[in-house]
T-cell receptor
Framework: GAGVSQSPSNKVTEKGKDVELRCDPISGHTALYWYRQSLGQGLEFLIYFQGNSAPDKSGLPSDRFSAERTGGSVSTLTIQRTQQEDSAVYLC????????????FGSGTQLSVL | AQSVTQLDSQVPVFEEAPVELRCNYSSSVSVYLFWYVQYPNQGLQLLLKYLSGSTLVESINGFEAEFNKSQTSFHLRKPSVHISDTAEYFCAVRSRGGTSYGKLTFGQGTILTVHP
């Protein structure tokens, strides 16, 4: 597709379960980012990929969070043993890695942990 | 470390009125500055950015923002708004240098509602 695609668009899960969120970036964009948008807290950086490597994981809130990217394309964000405070919109963005880059965001995955 | 403060969480205005959405930042290093916009039921998209050069930058739909280094501000303005400008607007900064190109620090967002 022409834009950044995220799936699922909505995910409801029970506390303690694991979830996987998927991001399909724009073709040719080597840089990929995950952000989290919590109610009243704005957007929070989680992790940055350049190709398949993640030079910056500084935003991951705990070791329950992990992400991988394969083939320099699709990325998966995994949250293990979900907690209620993990409820948020998880946004993926991609770009060309250049100064002043323009990030292209997906529509996000709304995660609700009951 | 950086932080971004958007001073107004909601700004209601009437159509054709001027608007200013305020953004202040704090950073120990030089930064690049951005405004992103999220229209209803759409993803975030870049509205405009300041990298260097002229401190006044413009978007294609009539918005402008001015970088004021002494006041550490990057306020967004439009002289006459339209109903279609109703959206949430996010101010963001990124450190100059380094290699985490898309590691932006965002403000909390300002919801602009344009009334007929």
């Amino acid at each position: 597709g022409a834009g950044v695609s995220q799936s699922p668009s909505n995910k409801v899960t029970e506390k303690g379960k694991d979830v996987e969120l998927r991001c399909d970036p724009i073709s040719g964009h080597t840089a990929l980012y995950w952000y989290r948008q919590s109610l009243g807290q704005g957007l929070e950086f989680l992790i940055y990929f350049q190709g398949n490597s993640a030079p910056d994981k500084s935003g991951l809130p705990s070791d329950r969070f992990s992400a991988e990217r394969t083939g320099g394309s699709v990325s998966t964000l995994t949250i293990q043993r979900t907690q209620q405070e993990d409820s948020a919109v998880y946004l993926c963005a991609s770009s060309l890695p250049e100064v002043g880059e323009k990030l292209f965001f997906g529509s996000g995955t709304q995660l609700s942990v009951l | 470390a950086q932080s971004v403060t958007q001073l107004d969480s909601q700004v209601p205005v009437f159509e054709e009125a001027p608007v200013e959405l305020r953004c202040n930042y704090s950073s120990s290093v030089s930064v690049y500055l951005f405004w992103y916009v999220q229209y209803p039921n759409q993803g975030l998209q870049l509205l405009l950015k300041y990298l260097s050069g002229s401190t006044l930058v413009e978007s294609i739909n009539g918005f402008e923002a001015e970088f004021n280094k002494s006041q550490t501000s990057f306020h967004l303005r439009k002289p006459s708004v339209h109903i279609s400008d109703t959206a949430e607007y996010f101010c963001a900064v990124r450190s100059r240098g380094g290699t985490s190109y898309g590691k932006l620090t965002f403000g909390q967002g300002t919801i602009l509602t344009v009334h007929p």
